[in-house]
């Protein structure tokens, strides 16, 4: 570990600030759906939130943008009967808090952090989930700690340089009139309550989804994850991506399941799925022809057959 690599620290329920706290014990709406113990840890001085169900090998799951744990809570009700399953949530997602300064957003300051966690927990022999941004988080933190990470189970998401991105998502990076709609109208994270799936989502799921980012503040970092697509070489994250998608060759040989939603129009499956598929010719696919990019609420059922399957594999 570098001397600039940062030191997690896990918190007791007792160090963490009232209010922060209360967010993460009212869950209005949608407690049934995410029933599951908080924990904590600290970073630089910031306090991020994950949940820790279960016991036995480590499956850990890194959420995009604009999500958070919950939505992997159907994958940890059952999985963590046989697992242990860790499901982080990114500063300024979900129930971490959320500090105002965009430098802290980017995609190494994330890596860092999820790294930081895996080390102070001692996590090994880890099967990796990752979505959306997940995906380039969590395959960061794989590359940068090799021989704790054993299996991956990829949805939806990429680990590479693509210039693949939707003309929608483009509008929301539009200087002020982007921030505007992310923070201010939270257009981004509402919108994908119904653009990012196929099958209308519950009352509790779209409560619990959008719950975190109910104001300008608790919207910064669904705004800065936007912006963090890094699309040319000077910009903040672009060193960072390429970093992260020159790793995946460490991982060739490794066991790796890919499941699609195959009418995701942002992760679509002719640019991202096929490229992990020629980045990895051994994995095993699983697509999902009337699932959206939110995979994992459209076919619920067989994703979590097929996770099974692979783990037991």
């Known amino acids: 570990m ?22 993460a014990e009212q869950r209005d709406g949608f407690r049934d759906e995410y029933p599951f113990a908080s924990h904590w840890f ?32 159907r994958l940890v009700k059952d999985l963590s009967r046989d697992h242990r399953v860790i499901a982080i949530d990114h500063l300024g997602c979900g129930f971490s808090e959320k500090p105002q ?23 090994q022999q880890i099967t990796l989930f990752g979505h959306d941004w997940g995906g380039a988080i969590g395959m960061g933190c794989a590359g940068r700690l090799a021989d704790r990470f054993q299996r991956f189970v990829l949805m939806n998401t990429g680990a590479f340089h ?24 939270n257009l981004f994270a509402r919108a994908a309550l119904t653009m990012a799936v ?16 109910d104001s300008w503040r608790n919207r910064i970092a669904v705004h800065e994850f936007v912006q963090d697509i890094p699309l040319d070489p000077s910009h903040r994250s672009y060193a960072t991506l390429t970093e992260v998608e020159r790793s995946l060759a460490m991982f060739k040989n490794h066991p790796m399941q890919l499941i699609w939603g195959m009418k995701d129009w942002c992760f679509t499956p002719g640019q991202f799925l096929s490229e992990f598929r020629r980045r990895f010719p ?9 699932a ?4 994992f609420e459209d076919a619920a059922d067989d994703v979590l057959k097929q996770a099974r399957q692979f783990l037991d594999g």
């Open 2 to 23: 570098s001397e600039s690599e940062p030191i997690a620290r896990l918190l007791t329920p007792e160090q963490i600030d009232p209010e922060l706290k209360k967010r």
């Open 101 to 123: 300064h965009k430098h802290v957003y980017t995609l190494n300051r994330h890596i860092q952090r999820l790294t930081s966690l895996v080390r102070r927990l001692d996590l």
């Open 292 to 295: 959206g990019h939110y995979v």
């Open 42 to 73: 600290e970073v630089d001085g910031h306090v991020q939130h994950y949940i820790d169900e279960g016991q036995g090998t480590v499956l850990l799951m890194v959420h995009g943008n604009p999500t958070w744990s919950f939505a992997w809570r």
């Open 198 to 213: 196929e099958t209308p989502l519950s009352a509790a799921a779209r409560t619990g989804f959008i719950a975190p980012y």
């Open 162 to 185: 693509s210039q693949a991105i939707p003309f929608r998502i483009s509008l929301c990076r539009i200087p002020l009139l982007g921030k505007l709609g992310d923070q201010g109208l």
């Open 282 to 290: 051994g994995a095993q696919s699983l697509e999902l022809p009337n």
